[in-house]
């Protein structure tokens, strides 16, 4: 870790001030919809005016909240090497989430199925770069919905020996997920003694949460898990059409469900998220390779770390449907922007695609690449007296060569990245080698990744409760 | 343009303090091979003390050089609306730069010939995100070396009515360069009498610079021409394998430069050039691709910027052979990278491909539409009362729409990018058109800007004259 880390600021004090003003303002006189009685109730009972399922919220009441949620935290892994900080400055890599469909490198598109999550999950688990396996890898259309969510618990948990995350679709598949999760680390009873997930909270925007998110959310708060509580505005149809608004709604939204976490149980850790961007107003669609998302991302990053909260925004996010140029282009600017802004949790790091509708696993690869690049970035280098070298100069002098000092011997491998994937190389060797394009290189790759993957193995009697808790 | 420009920081006050020391305690003890006694002999003549071709530079003498070198400049155009202003905070983009061949979509590559030059002119002329025509765009490999730099000027000052760069082999160039910018303008005399062009010297690494650029930054300097003075060290070849070496080393050269210039003529419009990046230590080649110099671009921004300097960096850097993930990939993240630092002018804006080695007339297509989208990022939000539009949101309150609300109208159009290139429709559609990835779109675009560009025409008198001295 370099003496400085990055600093990236595209808002300065006073800008942040008036966008946080704005949002005290529409939580206190607009309100936020809770489509869940059980929410309204406990902030009901925190000073919080409630008409109908609007909820108001005292300016006091937001504030305390924050001020209980920590700085940062810890997710335990089954594996302790592997064990997750989060807000410590160095982001964590979370892969792409929630998508239903599965494209392949010519762009042909299908419903994806049970065999792509466990993929997914083989290459988040094998990756060096993702911290976190992952929750809704991708939605398994064959299982059937009911039974969806433990399905995919136990693909996780049977593959990876990474942090994961909770089911976040109601307050029942918040227990079962919690069951799950006490089966995997043997603790008794129905919930773990740690924390050892995260689960994605979703506002609806404008200003609403519906019984699902709210019910997952408080069942997860209670038991002292943390928490992405994180809002999807559309700037021009679901929020206003000016960039400083969607930072002042999402802020509302996302600053509601901190609330209602924390009311829940002072000091529950939780995660401002940002995904907000605009509408492409050509078909009324989300865009998610935009710019506008991207300087939401390093703004978000911003407002959140001025609350004292960790922040999630970003990813490799792109509108392309395939694995092409522009999603390239397009999810290294997020990936970026998201790693120089400090964000803390960056989820939808590897796979996904047109504005989070599909998942490619050759663009898993891809990306997977890009993350270790940006952290390469984020890394930067040491300046000392030996990284300086002034003598060496000296002694080497005007129109020498470094290559054969010790020097070099000594520090290159440490300095320089290495690129499983980058091609660097001849330009005659390339085209004898049958002149791979990346997209190309990253096929040859994921299959030796998902060949050579080797499962961390479960104690047998925890497999097997796992299975049958999927099972059920 | 938003209250806040985008700040990146990447080193702390104390290691630029460092990394500065050490460039002084270079070019005091170490010193910089100048190979043109004319240079020496400037330089001897303001205190520097010479040995053989080494010249060592009194600390006093480089600060004053940085003191009398403005903060800022304008390049004049020969079409006002396209005068240039460097150093204004707002990037400078200028494309591809002295590759001498020329890559198709596949991956096919031959020698450059003048008729790509004039085709990259023209799409330099067309697009409305490169500011300066540019210089070598490629290398016109079918004219006589003797004659080249008289026909790639005349195609540049023919195609295009934007500022321009000169030619940088020795003297003799530069004043036939001089000569035909003061045709253009009706200028009397040999050179033209306001800054209408910029030349970029690079130094020779490590800690050199030869007769041809010495010769030709004498020239441009002692003309009031602003110069690009750069270098372009390899981490572990010709610079130390450490990222805090290669700043001060770099430093040293464009100092040296800067000082020659100031020398010459006080007041003379520099630019801090930073190239510098890693060797790829399996092949001893150059990387530009490299994670190691996207950062080394934020942190030059940062070291020129404290000197009072305009600086250039970074660029649409990659190491890939044809325009595919990873062209696009690497060229976003140093785009990108040198936008948030404020980088000032970016060379290699559009086009390049394989560590400067070849051009893509695809890929300028490319690299154009991801400089509109850096720009946009920079542009980011503002924030005030309409802006915020906290009265709107109470209006409409939680679960309203805003696509119908006025406000939206007013705004969306200069709020959202508007993308010529990216694909952000349905995907039915998308599989109706042909399943188009960027590239293939690239090329249609490329076919309608060649077809439909109209070069600015020039008053027949000067038309002639230039072509006269091109063909002399």
Partial sequence: ???????????NAKEIEQIKDASMDILQHTGVKMDYASARDVLRARGAKVEGEIVFFPPRLVQEAVMSAPRGFRLYARNPAKNVSIGDGNPVFVPGYGAPFIT????????????????????????????ITGGVLVEPND???KHRHQQMLYACLANSDKPFMGSATGAEHARDSLAMAATLFEDDGDRPSQPVMITLINSLSPLMYDARMAGALMEYAAAGQPLIIASLGMAGSTMPATLASVLSVQNAEVLAGITLAQVVREGTPVVYGSASSI???????LSI??????????????????YGLPCRAGGSLTDSKLPDAQAASESMMNMLTAGLAGVDVILHAA???????????????????????????????????????????HDIGPGGEFLS?????????????????????????????????????????????????????????????LRESAAR
């Avoid at 509408?279 to 669609?285: D, L, N």
């Avoid at 998302?293 to 770390?305: E, Y």
Wanted: net charge neutral; glycine share 8%; hydrophobic share 40%.
């Fill in 1 to 11: 870790m370099g003496l400085a880390a990055p600093s990236l600021s595209v808002l």
């Fill in 104 to 131: 392949s490198v010519d762009g042909a598109k299908r419903k994806a199925v049970y065999e792509d999550f466990v993929q997914l999950v083989r290459l988040a688990g094998a990756s060096s770069n993702m911290d």
């Fill in 143 to 145: 299982i059937p919905e």
């Fill in 279 to 285: 509408t492409e107003m050509r078909y009324g669609s």
């Fill in 289 to 306: 390779g935009a710019p506008e998302g991207a300087w939401i991302i390093a703004a978000a990053a911003q407002i959140a770390h001025s």
């Fill in 351 to 393: 796979g996904i695609l047109e504005s989070y509708v599909s998942m490619s696993l050759e663009k898993f690869v891809l990306d997977d690449e890009a993350c270790s690049a940006v952290k390469r970035i984020l890394r930067g280098g040491d300046v000392n007296k030996d990284t300086l070298a002034v003598g060496l100069i």
């Fill in 405 to 465: 000092a010790e020097h070099t011997y000594g520090h290159f491998r440490s300095e320089f990245w290495q690129s499983p994937l980058a091609e660097r190389g001849s330009y005659d060797q390339w085209r004898l080698e049958g002149t791979r394009t990346a997209l190309v290189r990253a096929q040859i790759r994921l299959q030796q990744i998902l060949e050579s993957y080797q499962a961390p193995p479960l104690p047998k009697k925890v497999e097997k409760r």
